[in-house]
């Protein structure tokens, strides 16, 4: 279940109370974080990883509105 979901669920449960969902982190701490990679040992290990792969892949493809059977959920509320 994403994360969304599971905490949009967890909001309705608590009626609307948003005390028991989990602290976040600042966006500035992700772009901190984002910053101080080393993005030349980031760039080799993509190169090695998609090494071999002979075209690009589709996602999504073969399903009608382009959406996988199993990434459609539903909810009874």
Not at 53 to 60: D, H, S, V
């Amino acid at each position: 279940m994403s994360i969304v979901l599971r905490e949009l669920m967890q909001l309705y449960a608590q009626s609307g109370d948003p005390a028991q969902l989990p602290r976040v982190r600042p966006y500035k701490d992700y772009l901190g974080w984002l910053d101080a990679q080393d993005r030349d040992r980031a760039r080799q290990a993509w190169r090695e990883s998609l090494d071999g792969l002979a075209a690009p892949t589709t996602l999504g493809a073969g399903s009608p509105g382009g959406l996988c059977p199993s990434s459609r959920t539903w909810w009874r509320v």
